[in-house]
């Protein structure tokens, strides 16, 4: 043990699923066929219409830092998305571009978390969320949520978790591992129910536009009074760019900028001026498209899985992702470990998502093709028959 | 005030060279012709190396998320420069990829700083670092420092403000606004103080390179059990590709890493197979003449300044800065703004670098050419004669 160590190391895990990671490379690396259901990231390359913008912005010299904030061009550009996609309009002094989503949370809970505060989240979730929280010296308040709520925080389990030390909650719509979705009159009874407490709820939209059977909304039609968290990274599959955006209420705007420019100096530049072409027409096509495969493997996955004896008591909405229940398996992060080694079927851990029954669930994302999860189905289906 | 605040965000301030940008941004529009002394950004292009290697990378789709820690080949790119230009041996393992020093910054320091714990800092410098320190509910201690020290720490100054709570201390060299340095023999000193004391030592390298009559060092070659923190931004002249590193000592590897992965995922993807290009002959060539430029650009300023009555006790030995003091002509800030008001000549106010004595100094950064220069000295000039 390192000397000194802050505590909040303790506090904070190591993605369990780079293990999974590291083990798939070496099996790839001997010469096995690993199919990677486990990976948290679109298949698809950023579209091109993307990528040409990002390099006309290098011919054109587009290496300078930009304000902190983002260039105005970008931020109206988000606006104007709002406003055409959502009918809402969203004024640009509000949206602050930052370095990934991980920036935009970073932000929002620097300003509403000070030491010991909580922040309420579900159980399963993301979990960078809670690791943030450490990294400013709140509590995170992890509450186990399961398919009754459809794995989302609802007024009940708000009222019973809230706390005096309580500042704000947060939710996402879709959710990361479950898929599920949190429609706007229940994002309203919530965050009706938060106000009346004195504290902001945080909805991470970070997945939204996809949605494959339910309408596909924001949480900002809802209120001004809430901070909204996204992404060009899922949808608009730029990853690697490390771009995000935050919607702060008007009051906050001061605070999450001199936060901004002292934490990140800018958002990167090149990712910037790429992301204007996010919202064009032929990027629209792109990716319209890609959703609809997305779509139909998530149809072929969901019914592979029910078929094997997993338990999915919710069809996924969203993101791409099946948080499927395997008790009726064994051990979820055994299976997934059997799975990889006697299957060559990478998937992840529920242990990476939940600290509540972690054993009992594993997590399969459709990013791969078609083909890859019908024949990861068929290696699934061999080794269960196979099982002792 | 907007509800739930954060505790910190006052702790928290904002850039007051904002003010100065956005006045000068207004002059400019107005017509004017605004020479800009206040800008922290060299006014290179990034070479063009780089920006090649840039385009490349996105013409083959380097779009994707990377390992946490970095891209392999740029993490061994990096160790390598340090063997050729310090004949230092560093393990890639040690070298994490991150965005901006920014993310370097708050990965040290997340993983040194618990609550209340202290980190030494020199008065003036860097004011990100203290509000890095608030943001993880540390206690920056900020150290007056002045000529006599060449504004750095020494193992006096260290002995008289350790305490119990105390775990790191941080200095920079080339320093930011000052331009000394702390050689290695100095670092070597302040080292073995920190480790008796059970502490360790950060050094901010970011301007490493810019260095214009003494030798260019690493605290590297000094000891492995200290963190340093560099980037590619300024040496290299890659502001807005948002990227920079940290060397950890060995066992602080796994704390790291695992912060890297819950903060950040990953550096941006570009700007790591473009920095790639940064270690090549071509790019060598570029920004040693580019440092020969700056090297004159420093001579005519500190000269000039010396002779309107600014005091200048140390030639600035690194980075692009002047920190004058200004006592001999007026408050710091207002000085500031009548530079800018009447002689249309932006510079930073000390303010935006110290708690003690504020007042007395401003930072003129060379990052304009020599012919500006020149105009910028005899605006000034004018306006210091013109004074009633």
């Known amino acids: 043990m390192p000397h000194p160590l802050a505590a909040r190391i303790d506090a904070i895990e190591p993605f369990h699923v780079m293990r999974i990671l590291e083990r798939a490379h070496q099996l790839s690396a001997a010469g096995h066929d690993v199919i990677h259901l486990e990976v948290g990231e679109p298949d698809f390359a950023t579209p091109q219409p993307i990528v040409d913008a990002g390099i006309r912005a290098l011919q054109d010299g587009r290496t300078y830092y930009t304000p902190a904030a983002g260039i105005p061009a970008l931020r109206e550009a988000i606006a104007g998305h709002y406003w055409q996609r959502f009918g809402v309009k969203v004024d640009p002094a509000r949206i602050i571009v930052t370095p990934g989503a991980s920036g935009a949370l970073l932000l929002a809970l620097a300003a509403l978390i000070g030491r010991d505060d909580e922040v309420l989240l579900t159980d399963p979730g993301y979990p960078c969320n809670r690791h943030f929280v450490a990294l400013l010296e709140g509590r995170a308040v ?8 459809a794995y989302q925080l609802d ?3 708000l009222t019973r978790h809230w706390t005096p030390r309580s500042q704000a909650a947060l939710v996402a719509s879709p959710s990361n591992p479950t898929g599920t979705l949190l429609p706007n009159p229940a994002i309203a009874r919530l965050n009706t129910a938060i106000r009346l407490r004195g504290g902001r709820l945080i909805v991470d939209e ?19 009074e809430l901070f909204v968290v996204n992404s060009f990274s899922k949808y608009f599959q730029m990853t690697g760019w490390r771009l995000g955006w935050l919607v702060v209420p008007t009051d906050y705007i001061p605070a999450i900028e001199k936060l901004a420019q002292n934490l990140f100096l800018s958002p990167p530049t090149v990712a910037q001026y790429a992301a204007l072409a996010a919202f064009s027409a032929d990027t629209h096509a792109i990716i319209e498209a890609r959703r609809q495969i997305l779509a139909s493997r998530r149809d072929l996955l969901v019914a592979g899985l029910r078929r094997l004896g997993f338990s999915i008591p919710l069809m996924p909405e969203g993101a791409f992702y099946v948080w499927a229940n395997c008790a ?12 990889l080694e006697h299957a060559h079927v990478a998937i992840t851990p529920g242990l990476d998502f939940c600290l509540h029954q972690p054993g009992d669930y594993v997590r399969f994302a459709y990013t791969t093709d078609a083909d ?8 699934v289906a061999k080794l269960i028959d196979a099982r002792p």
């Open 142 to 149: 992890n509450i186990p949520v399961g398919p009754q709520t």
């Open 155 to 157: 007024e009940t389990l």
């Open 328 to 339: 009726a398996l064994g051990d979820g992060e055994a299976l997934a470990e059997r799975l």
């Open 372 to 379: 890859r999860i019908e024949e990861a189905l068929l290696r």
């Open 206 to 224: 970070i997945y939204q536009g996809l949605v494959y059977d339910a309408p596909n909304e924001t949480a900002l039609a809802v209120s001004d």
